[in-house]
């Protein structure tokens, strides 16, 4: 396929892709639109124009301030909609290319949160993540809690504090232990990123319903950044015995654009081999794992953008329709527009770790940046940046990128 639009074939946001996101700009409400290149369709005004009759979709589906009730009408609606945009920008004689209203430049627009999230589920799906924390707090010789490689495991967090791209977050406050002494309250002193990808639930379940692994992608509408915040010492003094809770629960960052399932099926590559053979639930057929390449940079404030880790979703122990699966097998129902996300994605290697714990090594190994300050958590006025993207044959689809500012505690 050739794109009308210029330059967008090198973008993440190529014809390949498509991806769906919630946009307001001057003389624009908020709508839903897709991104192509450096432009914003309106797909309002692609739907004036006619491009959608065939399907009977009202006009005012596309004033929406959320996807949900887009994403509710099915894949088969969809994908649909997605082809006849496909279809319309590689056509040079488009009817879509007489209209002046159609696009906006990226630059001119804000972005809001795509969906709303009624419920997300937080997971801890990466074998390296896991055998690296493993190592650093329990046993370096027996690294995975005994459940890990028979289970996704994950806990319910906090939907309310899920923000968009470009969301300044405050340090968060809350209990800590230092090693000697009482609790004490204050600002977080390690406050982490955690690299992320998060998917987004396209059909509504009932309860006591379970999905079949082997459909799980049928629920699946697509796929966003998330960046999981996280305050180490609040957390690590908190979670015992019931999990994660003020140490996660003061923000979650995601990238503005929802990038569909269909347009990643080019990139599906084969899982880790698990051992031992997991339950007969969450056996599946075919390649269910995405090469995605993934990307986190730090700026300090007035500074250069450092890149810190480069790695990979490919290398998930646990992938999306095992945890969908293990999530409903007790009949826990879920709805349109709920969000999982992966738990942090780290690599093979020192250089693809997710998480400053992991680079720094919980702060003994601290991290330089260019202009020779040193990092082992974030610090006040840093801007952390997550990227990723996927490329074959020539082909580009991504997902822009998903940033936020620390700013001190309120």
């Not at 599946?284 to 300090?300: H, K």
């Not at 329709?321 to 879920?334: F, P, W």
């Not at 006040?380 to 620390?406: L, N, Q």
Request: some cysteine; glycine content about 8%; charged content about 20%.
């Amino acid at each position: 396929m050739n794109c009308w639009i210029e330059g967008s074939a090198d973008t993440d946001f190529s014809i390949y892709n498509i991806p769906f996101g919630i946009f307001s700009a001057e003389g624009y409400s908020k709508r839903i639109g897709i991104a192509i290149g450096d432009q914003i369709m309106d797909l309002k005004v692609a739907a004036i124009l006619g491009i959608f009759d065939e399907m009977n979709l009202s006009v005012t589906l596309w004033e929406e301030d959320t996807l949900n009730k887009f994403i509710s009408l099915g894949k088969k609606v969809t994908s649909r909609v997605r082809w006849i945009i496909q279809k319309e920008l590689s056509d040079d004689n488009s009817i879509l290319r007489t209209s002046d209203q159609l696009l906006i430049p990226m630059a001119d627009a804000q972005m809001h949160m795509p969906v709303h999230v009624g419920d997300y589920t937080d997971f801890y799906s990466s074998i390296e993540h896991a055998t690296n924390l493993g190592k650093m707090f329990r046993d370096p010789d027996n690294a995975l809690l005994p459940n890990w490689r028979h289970l996704p495991v994950g806990y319910h967090g906090r939907a309310s504090s899920i923000v968009v791209s470009g969301t300044d977050i405050h340090r968060p406050k809350g209990q800590t232990k230092p090693p000697e002494g009482n609790p004490v309250f204050g600002p977080t002193k390690r406050l982490d990123f955690e690299l992320e990808m998060g998917f987004i639930v396209g059909k509504n379940t009932n309860l006591g319903d379970s999905i079949p692994v082997n459909d799980a992608e049928d629920y699946i509408f697509g796929m966003v950044i998330f960046n999981d915040w996280s305050a180490r010492d609040i957390q690590k003094w908190e979670y015992v015995p019931l999990g994660p809770f003020l140490g996660k629960s003061f923000a979650s960052s995601i990238s503005p654009w929802v990038v569909t399932l269909d347009a990643l099926d080019s990139y599906r590559v084969p899982s880790p081999k698990q051992e031992p053979t997991v339950l007969p639930y969450l056996q599946y057929n075919g390649d269910r794992n995405f090469d995605i390449a993934l990307e986190v940079s730090i700026t300090p404030e007035g500074g250069n953008e450092n890149v810190v880790s480069r790695s990979n979703f490919k290398y998930m122990y646990w992938n999306m329709s095992q945890q969908l699966a293990h999530h409903t097998v007790n009949g826990c129902n879920v709805n349109v527009g709920d969000m999982m996300a992966s738990g942090t994605i780290s690599g093979k290697d020192e250089n693809s770790y997710g998480s400053m714990l992991e680079i720094a090594s919980a702060g003994k190994n601290p991290l330089t940046l260019d202009d020779g300050s040193t990092r082992v958590f974030i610090n006040d006025g840093d801007t952390v940046t997550m990227r990723a993207s996927s490329i074959k044959d020539g082909h580009r689809v991504g997902f822009g990128e998903v940033t936020g500012k620390v700013l001190p505690a309120k």
